[in-house]
């Protein structure tokens, strides 16, 4: 039958994407869930009133438009995504960059390009390219996690402290809370040691307001100690250290607790380190410190006591401290030539370790991958030690290690005596001569290189 105008206007709703409950136009489409592309286009996509089909209509097909357009945009970033990841699959370095690049001349691909740039120059050994692309990047989006690290990695190993600083103030709302307190803790201890021969003030301004950041950081905790007992403020300076100790025991803090007082006798700082061992009794390094003051104050009583639990499992740096112990108290060279030995196969201690590099002293970024706050105090498991190596001394006695069995021709000649002269076979009432029987090869005892070699017998000698 014949269709009513209700009907009429309901289908055509339905024709258009009219809900018909209200007035409003109800997109077919995806708006990628960001409104405000579709508000630029003069699209209200969230609610917008249509008062006629004529408006409908216009909406929808701005709206088809709108999704076109999209569809484009990403089939283009897609295009260029997959092309340049053909290249780099490939190892076209030549066709990545120009990959790269191309994506990187566009707005909605430029973050991505930039980073894929950074990666190549990286892969090439550039690091003035990579710099510039991690700097325009952090630039354009100084949201972009990669493009601020690697700016703040640059300037750092630059020694542009102040520069990193300033990047790191920018950035610090995407960071967390303990990133950012302990960057910033690691750059000003960095820019106060840079400056402590040069601007004292500034420097402990810097080093104190580290401290207040991150109290555990322990070239932070040591440096503010010195610089604050050489401007008189013990009492602050040995509260500063002592909260760093009992979180990190450190021989620097140690040091550093047991100095404080300028022109204290031996005997005053030793106390002063048996205060400081009180907040961590059992630790290793307290029994260390309390060995090496004792040493320096001469109460050897007190290094052998301190050392003695750690005999068992001996590390280097009590290997060490023995030996200077023998040496000092008793004159006794031979003893710390043995607790010498004994140190080279001793387990090693903890040392300022970063991406298998061992150095001696804390740096604020890894000489091997440029990171921020890459050292950690632990037992280097790869590297090489920084420290010198104590050799041993080469034997005395070249009858140690047996002769070789087999030589070469030319050796042999040279080392082999003349063959004796022929002599008369013996009869059978005749002795033979002692002279033209074979010499016994010498018996040499085997020698084993225990990790103690232990004092030598009266027989060795």
Request: proline share 8%.
């Amino acid at each position: 039958g014949a269709r009513g105008p209700a009907k009429r206007r309901r289908g055509a709703r339905r024709l258009f994407g009219i809900g018909a409950g209200a007035d409003r136009v109800v997109a077919a489409v995806r708006l990628d869930e960001q409104t405000m592309q579709a508000e630029r286009l003069g699209v209200g996509a969230a609610r917008h009133g249509a008062k006629s089909a004529v408006g409908g209509i216009a909406v929808a097909g701005k709206l088809r438009r709108l999704r076109g357009e999209q569809k484009r945009q990403r089939l283009a970033g897609r295009d260029a995504v997959d092309v340049a990841c053909v290249f780099m699959c490939g190892r076209d370095v030549a066709g990545a960059d120009r990959a790269f690049r191309a994506m990187a001349s566009r707005d909605d691909t430029k973050a991505l390009g930039l980073h894929g740039l950074f990666v190549e120059a990286h892969r090439r050994n550039d690091p003035v390219s990579a710099r510039a692309y991690a700097e325009e990047a952090a630039r354009t989006a100084p949201t972009l996690g990669w493009a601020a690290r690697a700016v703040l990695e640059f300037r750092s190993a630059a020694g542009d402290w102040a520069g990193a600083l300033s990047l790191l103030e920018r950035g610090k709302r995407a960071l967390e809370k303990a990133v950012y307190r302990r960057h910033r803790a690691v750059l000003l201890t960095a820019q106060a040691m840079a400056g402590q021969d040069t601007d004292r003030d500034n420097a402990k301004q810097a080093v104190l307001e580290a401290v207040k950041l991150e109290p555990t950081l322990v070239p932070a905790a040591a440096l503010a100690g010195r610089m604050l007992a050489e401007a008189g403020e013990l009492r602050k300076a040995s509260r500063i250290v002592a909260k760093a100790w009992r979180a990190n025991p450190h021989p620097d803090l140690a040091q550093t607790y047991s100095e404080l007082r300028f022109g204290d006798a031996a005997r005053d700082r030793l106390a002063r380190v048996e205060a400081l061992i009180k907040k961590t009794p059992g630790h290793i390094e307290s029994a260390l410190a309390v060995a090496r003051a004792a040493l320096d104050a001469r109460e050897f009583g007190k290094a052998r006591a301190a050392l003695a639990p750690y005999l068992s499992t001996l590390s280097r740096r009590v290997a060490l401290l023995m030996a200077e112990l023998e040496r000092t108290e008793r004159n006794d060279e031979g003893r710390a030539r043995e607790w010498m030995a004994r140190a080279l196969h001793a387990a090693p201690d903890p040392q300022w370790t970063a991406d298998g590099h061992v150095s001696d002293h804390w740096h604020p970024v890894s000489p091997v991958t440029g990171r921020l706050d890459a050292f950690e105090w632990r037992v280097p498991l790869t590297g090489v030690v920084a420290a010198p190596a104590i050799e041993p001394e080469a034997p005395s006695v070249a009858a140690v290690e047996a002769p070789p069995k087999e030589a070469t021709p030319a050796l042999a000649q040279i080392n082999e005596p003349p063959p004796p002269a022929a002599a008369p076979a013996p009869g059978p009432n005749r002795r033979p001569d002692s002279r033209t029987l074979p010499k016994a090869e010498p018996v040499i005892p085997l020698v084993h290189a225990p990790d103690d070699p232990g004092p030598e017998s009266p027989d060795e000698r």
